[in-house]
């Protein structure tokens, strides 16, 4: 029976044991630090549209180069005839995190236009306009605009935004008669009986201001509408532009929604500098329609 006893305490103290010794290692397994998970990688909320265009445009206004000045009225097909460039290639590009929009856009073109489509307004002295065939206008130009937008009305499929931003213009021109034509011969460069009037690089910068209207016709397809102003005496005297057009939705490949966007973009602006024979003036208006296709990521 002692025996018995004994050998039932001993049992039982280790089986008493044993569970403290489990307990133990549960406990510590139960303060050991518990493993921290990677935190999931930040979403910017950021979306980039980039859009290359074709601009086939069109001039109306005015071109004075070294104090001759000519009236220019030119379609894009009369320009496609003379020109280095068949239409003025334009790539804008667009970042937006919620009412937020960055944006960039450039434009580069090398236009001429001739005969017909150009008379002489002033030749310095002041002579009466004429025509002449041989007369010609060559221009390059690039324009290079950057700025933001906010997001200040949503109602349903419409936005509405404001803008604000710069435009930075460069040209450089030049103006091409017949010796024989000309009034005045002054400070042109005669080359094989032409005499050319060359206006050299001419650049400014312009303040800009203006709105922007998005309408969501159908799911994937949006109508356009933007208007600004700009120069304010600042670079230009005074500058707008109006633009509007459709985009509709193409397809996706590998996460990038590919649209197309067609449209008709209008851009004036009235600068110039100098006096005399070393004045140069810009009072055009460009304009044509706008084709291309966009990629949203």
């Keep these: 029976m002692g025996l018995t006893f004994r050998n039932l305490s001993h049992s039982l103290l280790m089986f008493l044991g044993g569970i403290v010794a489990t307990g133990g290692a549960a406990q510590a397994a139960d303060l050991a630090p518990t493993p921290v998970e990677a935190p999931a990688p930040a979403i910017s909320g950021w979306t980039y549209r980039f859009t290359p265009y074709g601009w086939l445009v069109g001039l109306k206004g005015t071109e004075t180069i070294r104090g001759r000045s000519v009236k220019v009225d030119a379609s894009f097909i009369d320009i496609v005839e003379h020109s280095d460039s068949l239409v003025a290639l334009m790539g804008d590009f667009e970042a937006r995190k919620g009412p937020i929009t960055l944006y960039g856009d450039v434009v580069w073109a090398s236009i001429g236009a001739q005969g017909g489509n150009i008379r ?3 030749f310095v002295s002041g002579a009466t306009v004429v ?4 007369l010609s206008l060559n221009i390059d130009l690039a324009i290079l605009e950057v700025g933001g937008a906010y997001e200040v009305l949503r109602s349903g499929p419409l936005a509405f935004d ?7 213009w460069y040209q450089k021109a030049e103006l091409s008669l017949d ?7 002054g400070d042109l460069v005669i080359v094989g009986g032409r005499g050319f009037a ?15 209207m998005r309408y969501a016709v159908a799911p994937g397809q949006e109508i356009f509408l933007r208007g ?5 005496g600042a670079g230009s005297r005074f500058s707008w532009q109006a633009v509007g057009g459709y985009s509709f939705d193409i397809g996706t490949y590998q996460g990038i929604t590919f649209s197309g966007v067609v449209g008709y973009r209008a851009l004036y ?3 110039s500098q ?3 024979r070393r004045r140069y003036e810009f009072d055009m208006l460009t304009h044509g329609p706008i084709v291309g296709i966009s990629a949203r990521f």
Excluded at 131 to 134: A, E, F, N, T
Excluded at 204 to 211: H, K, M, N, R, T
């Design 120 to 122: 002489q307004r002033s």
């Design 131 to 134: 025509v002449d065939p041989s």
């Design 162 to 168: 404001v803008l604000a931003g710069a435009r930075y």
């Design 179 to 185: 010796v024989a034509a000309a009034a005045d011969l």
């Design 198 to 212: 060359r206006s050299g690089s001419v650049n400014w910068l312009d303040p800009v201001v203006g709105a922007r």
């Design 228 to 232: 600004d102003i700009g120069g304010f």
């Design 269 to 271: 602006v009235d600068y």
């Design 274 to 276: 100098g006096e005399g």
